[in-house]
C-alpha cells in the first residue's frame, strides 16, 4: 500500500489549502483514514479522520468549523479542504489508513502512512 500526499504550500493567514492523499495498492473504502500532522518541536495529532464509507468523522477542536475530510472511493482519495488557515496550523501533514474500519485518535491505530507535505501559514 502507498500514499502520496500533496497539495501542501505557503498561504497567508485566513487563506485556503486541500490537501489530496492517493491511496494505491488497496482498495481502502473498507479502513477509516486520516490527516494528521507534526507542527514544529511537537508531537503528531491527528487532524481529521473517517470512518469506512464515510460514516462518521472526527475532527481535533482546533479545525473544528475550518477543516473538512472527505473520500473518494472512485479516485482512491482522501482530501482535506482547510480554510481560514492560521499560523498555528503549519505543520508537515501526513494521511494514514487505519487498521481497521472505525477512525482512531492515535497513531497506533494506523497501519500504513504518506511521506507527508509541508503546510505553512503566514501571518
Known amino acids: 500500500v502507498q500514499l502520496q500526499a500533496s497539495g501542501g504550500g505557503l498561504v497567508q493567514a485566513g487563506g485556503s489549502l486541500r490537501l489530496s492523499c492517493a491511496v494505491s495498492?488497496?482498495?481502502?473504502?473498507?479502513?477509516?483514514t486520516g490527516w494528521f500532522r507534526r507542527p514544529p518541536g511537537k508531537e503528531r495529532e491527528l487532524v481529521a479522520a473517517i470512518n469506512w464509507r464515510g460514516g462518521g468523522t472526527y475532527y481535533a477542536d482546533s479545525v473544528k468549523g475550518r477543516f473538512t475530510i472527505s473520500v473518494n472511493n472512485a479516485k482512491n482519495t482522501v482530501d482535506l479542504q482547510m480554510n481560514s488557515l492560521k499560523p498555528e496550523d503549519t505543520a508537515v501533514y501526513y494521511c494514514a489508513v487505519a487498521r481497521g474500519s472505525v477512525a482512531g485518535t492515535r497513531t497506533t491505530s494506523y497501519a500504513y502512512w504518506g511521506r507527508g507535505t509541508q503546510v505553512t501559514v503566514s501571518s
Open positions: 495498492g488497496r482498495t481502502f473504502s473498507m479502513y477509516a
